[in-house]
């Protein structure tokens, strides 16, 4: 595709329940990145794959989230047992040099 | 790790007025990216630039790498222009791409 895609957009979910969301990097990209952004905020970083690499998941903040990435492209961002300060703006970026190219991110609010 | 601080943390100008927002780091890196961020969330690349000066348009950018910083030139700033400046950087440490993030410069041009 001509960029990266995120979905959904927006999500809304009840406290508790597990949501996943997705990213469609620019085809032959081989880094991936994802990123949390709350209101007001800088980025910060959740995790990064690179070609067929073990991803870095340094900076997932608990073990209630998890990301995958298959077959090097489509990549899925898990979250179990939402909880409110979850809420954010979820961002994915994907790069096959230096630059990273991101998406429109999905906003998630949990409720 | 390495630290990133950007300043100044806000600025307003009026249409038409120059601006120059600064990127310090605190070790040497390899790799150093500016982004706008537009009040709709959407995060574009507008350079990489480890080191030297590049132009695109109105905006410009200059990174000293020996000395750790780098700094964004806005001229003849619009109101497209608002939003909030991110600087990024990877250090030379290993093979690690990840992108340490600064809090972000919020910039507001008003007509």
């Known amino acids: 595709g001509a960029g990266v895609s995120q979905s959904p957009s927006n999500k809304v979910t009840e406290k508790g329940k597990d949501v996943e969301l997705r990213c469609d990097p620019i085809?032959?990209?081989?880094?991936l990145y994802w990123y949390r952004q709350s209101l007001g905020q800088g980025l910060e970083f959740l995790i990064y794959?690179?070609?067929?690499?073990?991803?870095?998941k340094s900076g997932l903040p608990s073990d209630r989230f998890s990301a995958e990435r298959t077959g090097g492209s489509v990549s899925t961002l898990t979250i179990q047992r939402t909880q409110q300060e979850d809420s954010a703006v979820y961002l994915c970026?994907?790069?096959?040099?230096?630059?990273?190219?991101f998406g429109p991110g999905t906003r998630l609010l949990v409720l | 790790g390495i630290q990133v601080e950007q300043s100044p943390p806000d600025l307003i100008l009026q249409e038409g007025a120059n601006s120059t927002l600064r990127c310090n780091f605190s070790?040497?890196?390899?790799?150093l990216q500016w982004f706008h961020q537009n009040p709709w969330g959407q995060l574009i690349n507008l350079f990489y630039?480890?080191?030297?000066?590049k132009q695109n348009g109105r905006l410009s950018a200059t990174t000293v790498a020996t000395e750790r910083y780098s700094l964004l030139y806005i001229s003849s700033s619009q109101t497209t222009d608002s939003g909030v400046y991110f600087c990024?950087?990877?250090?030379?440490?290993?093979?690690?791409?990840?992108?340490?993030w600064g809090l972000g410069t919020s910039l507001a041009v008003n007509p």
């Open positions: 794959f690179q070609g067929n690499s073990a991803p870095d």
């Open positions: 070790d040497s890196v390899n790799n």
């Open positions: 630039i480890p080191s030297g000066t």
């Open positions: 990024a950087v990877v250090t030379n440490a290993g093979n690690n791409r990840k992108l340490i």
């Open positions: 970026a994907s790069s096959a040099e230096e630059t990273q190219y």
């Open positions: 085809s032959g990209h081989t880094a």
